[in-house]
T-cell receptor
Framework: QQQVKQSPQSLIVQKGGISIINCAYE??????FPWYQQFPGKGPALLIA?????SEKKEGRFTISFNKSAKQFSLHIMDSQPGDSATYFC??????????FGKGTRLHILP | NAGVMQNPRHLVRRRGQEARLRCSPM?????VYWYRQLPEEGLKFMVY????????ESGMPKERFSAEFPKEGPSILRIQQVVRGDSAAYFC????????????FGPGTRLTVL
């Protein structure tokens, strides 16, 4: 119940394309859903986050779509760029509690 | 405004030695979390601390691992009698109550056990 399942494990997208990463959870107590971006040798950096009272949040080229009834959420990266190549982690947590991470998606954007 | 700081960035220990990892949270943050990341894996929660209190240590191995966050100074993750399986990247994150769950991560300490 504490798991967050993330797919795909790896993803290759052409420059300018849309990158889509999906996650699913089971614990209905989760009410905070962040996405983190991690470059090799660096710590994860918060990219964008959503709470379950909204179905979509957009920040620049990054959009989170959230489906509460299906317990699924996804990250869309529009106009993907080579600089977006990194590992992306979805995560979930109850309020003021530890974050449960997905296993990550290694994204590679072809120039 | 300095972010979360961790030191050392790289630490090499021989089996049986002790490893001490330090984390200084962002200014104004009183919550600290420690996570472990194995190669090609996600981050696994270890322990959640507030000043002078351990709030949740459900992810900590029962033996050899301990953590503290004293009133003054950084949070310390201590691993006694290290074994090769302890080799990993250890990340610290901090948050403030006013920002809810928003956690900011440090650059990590990469521990290698020879």
């Amino acid at each position: 119940q504490q798991q967050v399942k993330q797919s795909p494990q790896s993803l290759i997208v052409q420059k300018g394309g849309i990158s889509i990463i999906n996650c699913a959870y089971e614990n209905t107590a989760f009410d905070y859903f962040p996405w983190y971006q991690q470059f090799p040798g660096k710590g994860p950096a918060l990219l964008i986050a959503i709470r379950p009272d909204v179905s979509e949040k957009k920040e620049g080229r990054f959009t989170i779509s959230f489906n509460k009834s299906a317990k699924q959420f996804s990250l869309h990266i529009m106009d993907s760029q080579p600089g977006d190549s990194a590992t992306y982690f979805c995560a979930a947590s109850p309020l003021d509690d530890k974050i449960i991470f997905g296993k990550g998606t290694r994204l590679h954007i072809l120039p | 405004n300095a972010g979360v700081m961790q030191n050392p960035r790289h630490l090499v220990r021989r089996r049986g030695q002790e490893a001490r990892l330090r984390c200084s949270p962002m200014k104004g943050h009183s919550h600290v979390y420690w996570y472990r990341q194995l190669p090609e894996e996600g981050l696994k929660f270890m322990v959640y601390l507030q000043k002078e209190n351990i709030i949740d240590e459900s992810g900590m191995p029962k033996e050899r691992f301990s953590a503290e966050f004293p009133k003054e100074g950084p949070s310390i993750l201590r691993i006694q009698q290290v074994v090769r399986g302890d080799s990993a990247a250890y990340f610290c994150a901090s948050s403030s109550l006013s920002r809810g769950n928003e956690q900011f991560f440090g650059p990590g300490t990469r521990l290698t056990v020879l």
